[in-house]
């Protein structure tokens, strides 16, 4: 209470050349984080600053461009404002939606999203990501664009970039699965193709959680490269700590169980290996809410004889 009146009062005063705007944009993303869902009371205002100095920076690069003379503002000032917003998302989660309509938000990212600058795509989708887990409908207008632009960044060159692109596409396809549904063939090549060539823990994972959710959406299209990358797969989910969300686990691990009983000649090696992530699974739940699991429809009788009689379950 007494800090923040001031601060917010020198963030609204400051003009998008000041050198302090940037530290400024730091310490209120760090704050809002620390504060959680109780940094609603000066969300509105900081938000809409934010927002309008991504534009006056996006403007000052396009008179730049078109102009000797033009000196452009820095994009770190984007970058940093992409920041504080995608805070206040996660600080606010459902609460941000009142916010989203009082500026231009969904433009800019659009034209952040599309930027020269991979570090700037960077801080966009990662806050695309932020907004699809809280108010993904908003993103509608300039969906089929976003989702184009976020496979298209799925390139490891540039590592964060790809990464936020990834985790980001993941979300979307959690909430808007049949916009995502026609670039599946597209982003399946390229993320099989990551999964088996490139050995980079965070983006391995982030691939993985790519591939399941895609095979939530459209087993068929997924299955057809299953034999390629479930070896891959596997090992990656297997390394994965408890913070992943253990309830899109829990729909992966149907599709998982298919693949395994769809093998006719197992290698005994890579049958224990099977058997080892299948109990490790079981065990990780009550032996009453396994057994309501196995039980559901997501499981045909067949696929629970299987289970039973060559993997112990």
């Not at 609204?12 to 993303?29: A, I």
């Not at 941000?96 to 990212?109: C, D, K, R, W, Y």
């Not at 089929?144 to 993941?170: F, G, R």
């Not at 809410?289 to 045909?300: G, N, R």
Request: glycine letters at 4%; proline letters at 6%; a negative charge.
């Amino acid at each position: 209470e007494v800090l923040l009146p001031p601060l917010i009062e020198r963030f609204t005063g400051c003009k998008p050349e000041d050198h302090n705007l940037c530290p400024l944009l730091e310490c209120l993303t760090a704050i809002v984080l620390a504060l959680g869902p109780d940094c609603a009371s000066f969300a509105p205002v900081v938000y809409v600053r934010c927002v309008n100095i991504i534009e006056a920076t996006l403007q000052s690069q396009q008179m730049a461009e078109q102009s000797d003379t033009a000196v452009p503002l820095s994009k770190d000032l984007i970058m940093c404002a992409l920041d504080l917003i995608g805070g206040l998302a996660e600080s606010l989660e459902a609460a941000f939606e009142q916010l989203v309509g009082s500026a231009n938000l969904i433009p800019v990212i659009g034209a952040c999203a599309t930027d020269s600058d991979h570090n700037v795509r960077q801080w966009a989708f990662a806050l695309v990501g932020e907004i699809a887990k809280c108010c993904c409908a908003h993103l509608r207008p300039i969906l089929e664009q976003l989702i184009s632009i976020l496979i298209k960044n799925m390139d490891p060159v540039h590592l964060n970039t790809c990464n936020n692109a990834c985790w980001a596409y993941s979300e979307i396809m959690l909430r808007e699965p049949e916009a995502c549904r026609p670039f599946f063939p597209q982003s399946i090549q390229i993320a099989l193709h990551l999964l088996s060539k490139v050995r980079l823990p965070t983006l391995n994972e982030n691939i993985a959680i790519v591939l399941g959710r895609m095979a939530l959406v459209s087993p068929d299209i997924v299955s057809g490269g299953l034999q390629s990358f479930l070896p891959a797969w596997c090992e990656v989910l297997g390394h994965m700590n408890d913070t992943y969300d253990k309830e899109t686990a829990k729909m992966h691990f149907p599709l998982f169980c298919k693949a395994i009983a769809s093998w006719k000649m197992l290698h005994p090696e890579l049958k224990q290996v099977f058997e080892a992530i299948l109990l490790k699974f079981k065990h990780s739940m009550p032996q009453d809410a396994w057994d309501s699991y196995l039980a559901s429809e997501q499981f045909s009788p067949v696929l629970r004889h299987v289970l039973k009689s060559k993997y112990n379950l």
